[in-house]
């Protein structure tokens, strides 16, 4: 039950708010306690355009006062057992099969893409800009235009002002991208951008296991991880009762559209443009990494993620300032292409893993997230097939991020210490898996929000309960809502480079964008590791 993009219902359900004389969906939804549905169900089928299942559809259209006859003709457009709607004033509204509700974000596509608009022009470097304004202005007569020389003026100091500080800031950096971690890593220290991390923790032993096939499982795992990416995306920021009204108890979620009203190919996905920016030379370059990142960033994503796209490619800020410090788990999504390239050197993975994390999100429990999901996935990949001990595991992971984040605020309640990863991983998820919890037990009890001390140890949790088979993995995770996206990609890469590409069904994998694109790049890195193997 695909969810079309900018379909005929949502455009029917938005002018029968209006017909009725409501100014809001929330007014609509407040007036009808009786309709027992969430205001989050209905913003899902009237503003994003899902088709949800037969009996949440009935009583939205019921509520909207629409008549049997029409009911029957709307629910036959999308389950099939009625003739479409094909009504001449609807038409003639512009509203139908194909029609595209918001014409405007195809519009900000084109212009953003073409080098001409003025959109493009404001993205010039700083110095592009100043030289612009410096060969123009003699050639306009300063009598009658007094207003546009003091705009033009106030333009020409701001550019020349970012040029300079453009320059101050490579000066101050000078050996920072000969690719040598260590020098990155002490210099995000010295702007306290980090914590020391790397005298903080235990090592990780990550040996190559013979007998396994590596290619398998860098395959897997990648399109593991996409895979979990689409299918938590459909139920982002729902709650459990939510994606039953919408869904009922499907055994398969649907895939998100390449883009709401976007006809044309999928956007590259943040994980294919991370693993392109680490080849073919496999060096973390945190310059090149974050702007392919930053440029991945879409409208669905995490404020967060947005915020530092903005600060990167808009504000011009350098990548070492750019990143916003929230303890979100979005990086611990995109580390996957560098847990393989550096599955066989703990220290090295650490070391660029929590560089990696401090791009978008330069925050203790951010970083102490993304290194425990990249020595997660390390360390899956080294495990022969049966010998994965669930209730070890995530004792195993706990000490490599010990000390990272603080265990307790800078006012801690008494008698009550502040969650950290290192924590639940080391004490509430073994605790939770000792007694077999069900999922809901674990969301419950772990949480499964946007924080990386709740979406990294549910994921796990979820990875766990049934480490051999992705679909009992990753379809409970992403079945509980929450931060779906980032704990689906994170579940789909666990679980992808413990069964390999072969365990994953076929029904996910023929649908996803760039399967190909994503099975290349982890046969690159996978040759890359091997090499500095």
């Known amino acids: 039950m695909d969810p079309p993009s900018e379909n005929i219902l949502s455009n029917l359900l938005k002018k029968r708010l209006k017909t009725l004389g409501y100014p809001s969906l929330r007014k609509f939804h407040a007036d009808r306690p009786g309709m027992r549905l969430s205001y989050e169900v209905l913003r899902q089928v009237?503003?994003?355009?899902?088709?949800?299942?037969?009996?949440?559809?009935?009583?939205?259209?019921?509520?909207?006062?629409?008549?049997?006859?029409?009911?029957?003709?709307?629910?036959?457009?999308?389950?099939?057992?009625?003739?479409?709607?094909?009504?001449?004033?609807?038409?003639?509204?512009?509203?139908?099969?194909?029609?595209?509700?918001?014409?405007?974000?195809?519009?900000?596509?084109?212009?953003?893409?073409?080098?001409?608009?003025?959109?493009?022009?404001?993205?010039?470097?700083?110095?592009?800009?100043?030289?612009?304004?410096?060969?123009?202005l003699p050639q306009i007569p300063f009598p009658g235009n007094e207003d546009f020389w003091e705009m033009a003026q106030t333009l020409a100091r701001i550019a020349e002002q970012k040029v300079h500080r453009a320059t101050a800031r490579h000066a101050e950096q000078p050996l920072l991208f000969a690719g040598e971690p260590e020098a990155i890593y002490q210099f995000l220290v010295r702007k306290n951008r980090i914590p020391p991390f790397m005298s903080r923790g235990e090592n990780l032993v990550l040996e190559v296991s013979g007998g396994i096939d590596y290619r398998e499982r860098f395959v897997g795992a990648m399109l593991g991880a996409a895979v979990g990416e689409l299918l938590g995306a459909v139920t982002q920021g729902l709650t459990p009762r939510d994606i039953r009204e919408l869904y009922g108890e499907a055994e398969e979620l649907p895939s998100m559209p390449a883009g709401r009203g976007a006809p044309g190919?999928?956007?590259?996905?943040?994980?294919?443009?991370?693993?392109?920016?680490?080849?073919?030379?496999?060096?973390?370059?945190?310059?090149?990494?974050?702007?392919?990142?930053?440029?991945?960033?879409?409208?669905?994503?995490?404020?967060?993620?947005?915020?530092?796209?903005?600060?990167?490619?808009?504000?011009?800020?350098?990548?070492?300032?750019?990143?916003?410090?929230?303890?979100?788990?979005?990086?611990?999504?995109?580390?996957?292409?560098?847990?393989?390239?550096?599955?066989?050197?703990?220290?090295?993975?650490?070391?660029?893993?929590?560089?990696?994390?401090?791009?978008?999100?330069?925050?203790?429990?951010?970083?102490?997230?993304?290194?425990?999901?990249?020595?997660?996935?390390?360390?899956?990949?080294?495990?022969?097939?049966?010998?994965?001990?669930?209730?070890?595991?995530?004792?195993?992971?706990?000490?490599?991020?010990?000390?990272?984040?603080?265990?307790?605020?800078?006012?801690?309640?008494?008698?009550?210490?502040?969650?950290?990863?290192?924590?639940?991983?080391?004490?509430?998820?073994?605790?939770?898996?000792?007694?077999?919890?069900?999922?809901?037990?674990?969301?419950?009890?772990?949480?499964?929000?946007?924080?990386?001390?709740?979406?990294?140890?549910?994921?796990?949790?979820?990875?766990?309960?049934?480490?051999?088979?992705?679909?009992?993995?990753?379809?409970?995770?992403?079945?509980?809502?929450?931060?779906?996206r980032a704990v689906g990609g994170m579940v789909g890469a666990l679980c992808g480079a413990c069964t390999g590409s072969r365990g994953i069904p076929e029904r996910f994998l023929s649908r996803l964008p760039y399967r190909q694109e994503l099975s290349d790049a982890a046969l690159e890195l996978l040759a890359l590791a091997r090499r500095e193997g």
């Open 46 to 136: 009237v503003y994003i355009g899902r088709v949800p299942r037969p009996e949440t559809l009935f009583r939205i259209l019921g509520s909207m006062q629409f008549s049997s006859t029409q009911i029957r003709k709307i629910c036959g457009m999308h389950y099939g057992d009625y003739l479409p709607m094909t009504s001449p004033a609807i038409e003639k509204q512009g509203i139908g099969p194909g029609t595209e509700e918001e014409a405007l974000p195809p519009r900000q596509e084109k212009v953003r893409q073409d080098p001409d608009s003025p959109a493009a022009v404001l993205q010039e470097e700083p110095g592009e800009t100043l030289s612009r304004l410096h060969a123009a």
């Open 265 to 484: 190919p999928a956007p590259v996905p943040a994980l294919l443009a991370v693993a392109r920016s680490l080849l073919p030379g496999g060096i973390l370059d945190p310059e090149r990494t974050a702007e392919a990142l930053a440029r991945s960033v879409r409208r669905e994503d995490a404020p967060s993620l947005q915020d530092f796209s903005k600060n990167l490619l808009e504000r011009g800020l350098p990548w070492y300032e750019a990143g916003e410090a929230q303890p979100d788990g979005a990086p611990a999504v995109i580390v996957l292409p560098l847990a393989l390239l550096r599955a066989g050197s703990f220290r090295r993975l650490k070391l660029e893993a929590g560089i990696l994390a401090s791009l978008s999100h330069p925050h203790p429990a951010a970083i102490a997230g993304t290194i425990a999901q990249a020595c997660a996935v390390a360390k899956v990949l080294h495990a022969p097939a049966g010998t994965l001990d669930v209730l070890s595991f995530p004792r195993a992971i706990s000490p490599v991020v010990a000390g990272v984040e603080p265990e307790r605020g800078s006012r801690p309640r008494v008698g009550r210490a502040q969650s950290s990863v290192g924590r639940k991983l080391g004490a509430e998820l073994p605790a939770l898996l000792l007694r077999r919890a069900p999922v809901y037990e674990m969301q419950e009890t772990l949480g499964n929000g946007t924080a990386a001390h709740e979406g990294i140890p549910f994921a796990l949790g979820c990875f766990l309960r049934a480490p051999g088979d992705f679909a009992e993995s990753v379809l409970p995770a992403v079945h509980h809502g929450g931060d779906a």
